[in-house]
């Protein structure tokens, strides 16, 4: 049985940092490519981070220099560091593994940026 477990959400003031961890079970992962993406209360989910199975990135342009995605395969989990908070960045984060049209989800954390 797949499961996405995400972790490391939580309230930090505005130019905080935070680490969120995704651990995937079920099978190896390694081949598939990861990715996190957010959803703000009224607007539609968007991606922020993705990294293929060789290790590529993508980044999207509002959180370039801030925010870093990574991966360690030997424990199907990948990170999203989150630097320079912004309230903006308020959001649920979610993440995604996938393989072409195969995909899986995690349930969510919160990340809530405020003073």
């Known amino acids: 049985q797949v499961q996405l477990v995400e972790s490391g959400g939580g309230l930090v003031q505005p130019g905080g940092s935070l680490r969120l961890s995704c651990a995937a079970s079920g099978r190896d992962f390694s081949l598939y490519a990861m990715g996190w993406y957010r959803q703000a209360p009224g607007k539609q989910r968007e991606l922020v981070a993705s990294i293929s199975s060789g290790g590529s990135t993508r980044i999207v342009d509002s959180v370039k220099g801030r925010f870093t995605i990574s991966r360690d395969n030997a424990k199907n989990t990948v990170y999203l560091q989150m630097n320079n908070l912004k309230p903006e960045d308020t959001a649920v984060y979610s993440c995604?593994?996938?393989?072409?049209?195969?995909?899986?989800w995690g349930q969510g954390t919160q990340v809530t940026v405020s003073s």
């Open positions: 995604k593994v996938s393989s072409g049209p195969v995909g899986y």
